[in-house]
């Protein structure tokens, strides 16, 4: 198949016309939500096996939240664990009820509570286990 000036020619022109034709998308606006974690708090104490609960300020929330889907784990020393003690909840509800976990026992525990962004709760302690180190 030969190609002609006038092929190549009209071929371009079209590819050129059909961008201009083209019209961009709107974005939807989306703000970025961290709650603070109000609950566990400094001197709080979870016993393994029992249901214990956190929350967070939802007052200064957005209209239009990037993720509204909250997820918690659990922290140990500064360092995430891969244990999910809630998930699929709004990260509007400001509340969530969690089986704690067993867990060596410690004083250095954190939630993290994650939706669009991640926030951390402050230390707390979890005991039961009679395992420590």
Same mark, same amino acid.
């Given at each position: ?67 509204? @889907?909250? *997820? ?8 995430g664990?891969?244990? =999910?003690? &809630?998930? %699929?909840? +709004?990260?509007l ?17 954190? @939630?993290? *509570? ?10 707390f302690? =979890?005991? &039961?286990? %009679?395992? +420590?180190?």
């Open positions: 198949m030969k190609f002609t000036i006038l092929t190549t020619l009209t071929t371009l022109l079209l590819a050129a016309l059909s961008g201009v034709t083209a019209s961009p998308v709107p974005l939807e606006q989306r703000d970025v939500f961290v709650p603070p974690v109000t609950f566990p708090k400094n001197g709080t104490v979870w016993h393994i096996k029992e249901r214990a609960h956190v929350s967070w300020d939802t007052s200064n929330a957005p209209v239009n939240i990037t993720n509204p @889907i909250g *997820l918690i784990l659990l922290r140990k020393s500064n360092i664990l891969p244990v =999910i003690l &809630g998930n %699929g909840f +709004s990260i509800q400001g509340k969530v009820e969690v089986t704690v976990p067993w867990v060596v026992d410690g004083d250095d525990y954190q @939630i993290t *509570l994650l939706g669009d962004g991640g926030n951390f709760s402050p230390f302690t =979890i005991t &039961g286990s %009679g395992v +420590s180190f």
